[in-house]
């Protein structure tokens, strides 16, 4: 947060400090939203961040789907953009996402049209297809 050096000692020397956040939106032109499986990822875990997400909603849950009988689970918001589920589902995954927020406050579940492979594997990216 400090500039320099002498600005981080200022804050230093503050102690605690209250800290205000605030959502910004960013811009991605001609970028899809992404998906990149974690290194942990395996057969018993499952883990991804959700990359090139822009504009002003939040993504506020997501769930994993088996694409070939529609079996769901809600993913639970790891760290950052990272969202993880024990115990995934199998087969070729569809990927559900909340978008809140934004000016006019509304919900909105959104399916992007690419799904993530049966095949899938930790370290591999996968373009979901869509822009939000």
Not at 100 to 108: H, I, K, M, P, W
Not at 123 to 128: A, E, P, V
């Amino acid at each position: 947060m400090g500039q320099n050096a002498d600005a981080g000692a200022s804050l230093v020397s503050l102690g605690v400090v209250g800290i205000e956040y605030r959502r910004v939106s960013c811009s991605y032109p001609n970028k899809n939203i992404t998906f990149k499986i974690d290194q942990s990822s395996n057969l018993y875990y499952f883990a991804f961040q959700i990359w090139y997400q822009q504009g002003n909603k939040d993504i506020t849950a997501v769930q994993l789907c088996e694409t070939d009988n529609l079996t769901c689970k809600l993913l639970e918001r790891s760290h950052g953009a990272v969202w993880a589920v024990a115990s995934p589902p199998r087969g070729p995954l569809s990927v559900r996402m909340l978008l809140s927020g934004g000016v006019d406050g509304d919900e909105t579940w959104v399916v992007p049209p690419n799904n993530i492979p049966q095949n899938w594997t930790a370290g591999d990216i996968y373009d979901s297809g869509i822009q939000v």
